[in-house]
């Protein structure tokens, strides 16, 4: 069985696979910053030498308008045996990773990975970095799953056909994507469906596969009032305080139940059936034992009235504020009334809302809120479509098979309220599937200080990746 | 007569008069910032040595638990002729500045003054820095003044009994001189009243004199929610984020007539009496006119209900939010919620409301909105009273008669909106009451980029100075 054998591999060379891993974390790919640029590209050529090493087919593609303005991806092909009858995989990954900030809250320096216990979880140990898990660690089990199939066979798929997509972008919105995809569109639509590797289990030794993940409008607004910043006391109480206005208007994008007040808001939204409600309510999911994973007491519990947690996460789109800026925030007091206020707005989207039309609402509601003496400014960041696979798509079946013998039991079928806005990109042009394989964990800090992941997460994965190849080409 | 050589001798010196503003003005004497501690005791220095060098007893005297730990007080003493028999005058003023930023907002750089024209307001000129007017250059105003006594008569206050006072933590909440009025309470009880240059005219040639302050409670406000930064895909929807709780609670602060709805607020607020509400509205305050100068259209004249602007910002409380700070505030988008949100909040206060109290009621308000599952963090930065001054003061008449010498017209009694905690302390630790003489205009930019002092004020100033020195010893 070559599966097996690849399997055997994976375990006795577990040590050199973290170490690359490690190798791979220390670039500060870092995309949403210009200064990080050349660490980025770094990054690329660093994943980009790896495949090659593994005998694909690899180049480093320049994106963006003009081409070379935007992070490279990384495209690179593995030709499928003669015999090959299986389908054709896009493997969808990025190697860029989120800034830091608040850096002085990481224990450990972000781009100085280090190996420690898996703390109060048992035996085992985690790997902490940037990028740890999001997404370098969990490309990292899929690469390490060929260089098994390539040691144990001579060919790093197994003679399955496999196109691998890296991008640089995905923390920046993925802005070059769609001008790639629409440029390789006759070469991506050889696949049959994407595989990425992306999203988290269940739980601790709890399989999942994601069949669907939530849309993302981000957005900016600023509010200005006078031209100049102002002296609190001779103008407190006698002009409008940009702050202030700000926190009273996003303060009604909620109503006291939780819902977003934006106008057709909801419109699009499909609801959850009272089959999948039914399902998700059988994962037993826990949302006080969550909540005080990350120090918060029950009555932290809130979310839109009518839903549980899970079903908030999964099936209901949110608005967030992300950032919110203005005025003096040094140390000590200035009494100052500044001449502008700032924030950055989020929403997260289920199928069927456009990001588009959901950011052109809310600008739209802002500007109905205007207030007196006001004016705004809005910036649109960008967005991606939520997307949802169908439940009795083959694919989706050969992936619960190969967790299932890599993990010996079978996985339970979930969503995430992540977004990753390539599977619906990949769904509108390509037409495309995209089944989600992820291996992290609710606990990782994703885009948080101190972003691990579990080693017992990363051998999962690898070896579910060795396992999806043996299924793919049904050895 | 002596007054008449000492205005001479400022109209022949006008030139190095304003060249030694210069010099002070070139200190970045910032006192909310301990990177700039050695320089804001260079500010004092330099201006002990311009006392020194007029012939006062002057001395620089540390302060702060422990002592030393402050900026300096530099306090001088003019010794009275044998036969004065006027009062004897407490001078105040400071010599620290507030922070300069935004600094990229400044023409030039803010201790680098630059003198130029005073753009489309008639012939004159400006000079152009941090501090200019707030507070350097007023006390500059006084010192010259003394100058002019000094070059003309052999004795700088001309024989009248002073004492000057000039304090380096006025910026930042006068922490130190409650201490230091304490320990030399004895000395300062000489006085007889105290003068103070910080505040402004009605307008450009027209003199006033300030017979109120408002006063000043100052907070700084934090949300903590999760123990981490969170994932907004993850997450949103499914525990408090702390930026939109803030901005919920923070915008309960005012209710739709825009008074403040903490409780109690107002119950020690002295009504505005009829008479004083006449005679402000004699003065034709233009209201809409104040807003297009800082940019602002006439539906921006928002403030307290049934309140004229001038009654607003000289008669009546406000709360303010100076800063509000969260989440991701870089460039480009980042989905994370953060753990906790901040902002400096801040009231300015009438006489007989009690910033203690005040304070205190806020986090009360604050505790009592608190969000669930989130715990708040309370900063009292600092306070001072507000102060009005007895309108019958013969002090007050001295000031108006001197002001009338030195510009031929009478000056308006009016009050101001900001806050001179001095003011307060004064009156409820020595039973000082203060005069408040003062030569800025609306359009200086005081706390804000681009600061400036137009030299047709500080000749007012100075003449004004040398002409209650005249009042006071009968010359």
Redo the contacts between chains.
Sequence with gaps: MSTAAAMEWLKANEGASVNRLVDWLRIPSIS???AYAAETRKAAEWVHAQLVELGLESQIIEVGKPKGSGHPIVLAHSRPAADYKGPHILFYGHYDV??V??VD?WESPPFEPVRKPAEKDGPGERIVARGAVDDKGQVMTFIEAMRAWKETTGHATGGAAYTILLEGEE???SVSLPGFVAEYQKLLQECNVCLISDT?MLGRGQPAITYG??G?A?TEVTLH?????????????????P??E???V?????DKK?RVTIPKFYDDVVPLSKKERKAWAKLKFN?KA??KG????P??????AGYT?ME??WG?P?A???????????????????SH????V?F?LVADQDPAKITKAFFKWCKEHT????RWEFTD??GGFGVTVPFDSPYLRAAEKALKRAMGKSPAMIK????IPVAGLLKSQLSLDTIFMGFGL?DD??????EKFELDCFRIGANAHAAFIGELVGK
């Design positions: 949403t910053d210009p989120q800034p900030d608040p809250l923390e920046n919105g988290g993940v939530r993302l981000y009032a006078a031209n100049q910043d102002l002296h609190s006391g001779l103008w407190g109480g006698r002009c409008p305080n702050i202030t700000l926190t009273k996003l303060s009604k994008l909620w939780r949302a969550a909540l990350i120090g918060l007491p009555a932290a519990d809130v979310g839109e947690a908030r996460e209901r949110t967030e504020i992300n950032g919110i800026w203005g005025g003096y925030t040094g140390k000590g007091a200035k009494t100052v009334i500044a206020a700032s924030a950055k989020s997260r207030p007196d003496g006001c960041h960008h995430s309220g992540g977004s609710s800090r994703v885009h948080s200080p101190n």
